[in-house]
């Protein structure tokens, strides 16, 4: 009995050890969870800020939670917010309701800690496309976008493979689908790997769509940050935010615009800049067959550009706090 009591002595002292380890050894901001107000995020501040410049990270996830805690680090405020794939929220990103960010920039903007006219989106790929369609559909509530890898227009569902095979909207609006480039689900091959670059430029030679389905970029009630790789080989985000610059240019857009591209860099310039870059290749499933695409860009190339982007967008949101 003694040693049993002995025993469990020292699994308490252990047990106490390691949170008071991880206090001291913790240098970031812990999450809070929000479950409720129809969203769910995860909301990163530190004690004592009020009315300070916050970020919308779209998708959520371990992406969105470690800009959620950078963000917090500079002393602005960083809710991540997922919007597919868990209890509550739609399987699928297809027909997703705008409405559902509209609760959430709702929520943010009655917190003290946020100031409710500094409100950016921030996303990466396909989240980068909602970042920028958010910002031109809800002028009043968002206040600026950046945007990794870029999108010019909108996509329908079937970009995805493990998407229906109905091709419908993405992005759902005041009950009404945005309009998109409908793309037939990409296909297979003999081989083991697959090229995803030529499907998104045969996309974009739909020009009647592609004219429909772009991107209102100059309704953004702010400045607007464009990051991407040249070298990305999932799709040509260095192009599609040469168009994006194109339809600003086309417009009298009175914000700050910045359309960075990085040499030698890919898709993934939007991971964490502190962890060294070498993933070089993704995995996809069609038709029950796996296959390998690339990324694009070196590992030297999207570490630089990881670094220099990370840079950029702290600077942004520097002059956003500034009231720039």
Not at 203 to 216: F, H, M, Q, T
Request: proline residues 5%; hydrophobic residues 40%; glycine residues 10%.
């Amino acid at each position: 009995m003694k040693k049993y009591i002995i025993g469990i002595g020292i699994l308490a002292i252990l047990f106490l050890g390691y949170f008071v380890l991880d206090s001291l050894l913790f240098d970031g901001v812990r999450p809070r969870s929000i479950q409720a107000n129809g969203f769910q995020a995860s909301y990163f501040v530190k004690e004592n800020i009020e009315a300070k410049a916050t970020v919308l990270l779209i998708g959520g996830g371990s992406w969105g939670d470690y800009w959620g805690q950078e963000f917090a680090k500079q002393g602005n405020v960083g809710l991540s917010i997922p919007y597919t794939g868990r209890a509550g929220l739609p399987k699928l990103p297809e027909a997703i309701d705008l409405a559902y960010f509209e609760q959430a920039i709702t929520w943010l903007r009655n917190q003290p800690e946020v100031d409710p006219q500094k409100i950016i989106v921030m996303g990466a790929s396909r989240n980068a496309e909602l970042a920028l369609v958010l910002g031109s559909m809800y002028p009043e509530l968002i206040s600026g976008v950046i945007a990794y890898a870029p999108s010019s227009v909108i996509w329908s569902n079937t970009v995805l493979p493990y998407n229906s095979d109905e091709i419908k909207a993405s992005w759902m609006y005041n009950g009404a689908e945005l309009p998109y480039v409908p793309m037939n689900k990409i296909v297979g091959n003999n081989s083991n790997k697959i090229t995803t670059l030529d499907y998104w430029k045969g996309g974009l030679e739909k020009e009647d769509k592609v004219e429909l389905a772009s991107i209102r970029v100059e309704q953004i009630n702010g400045p607007i940050l464009l990051l991407s790789g040249k070298a990305d080989k999932v799709w040509p985000s260095a192009y599609m935010a040469d168009k994006i610059e194109q339809r600003i240019k086309g417009h009298n857009f009175q914000y700050s615009f910045q359309n960075i591209q990085y040499d030698n860099a890919g898709h993934l310039i939007s991971a964490n800049p502190e962890v060294p870059s070498n993933i070089r290749v993704g995995n996809m499933t069609i038709e029950d067959k796996d296959y390998e695409f690339e990324y694009g860009g070196t590992n030297e190339g999207d570490h630089a550009a990881r670094q220099a982007a990370k840079s950029e967008v702290i600077e942004f949101m520097g002059r956003i706090d500034g009231g720039q």
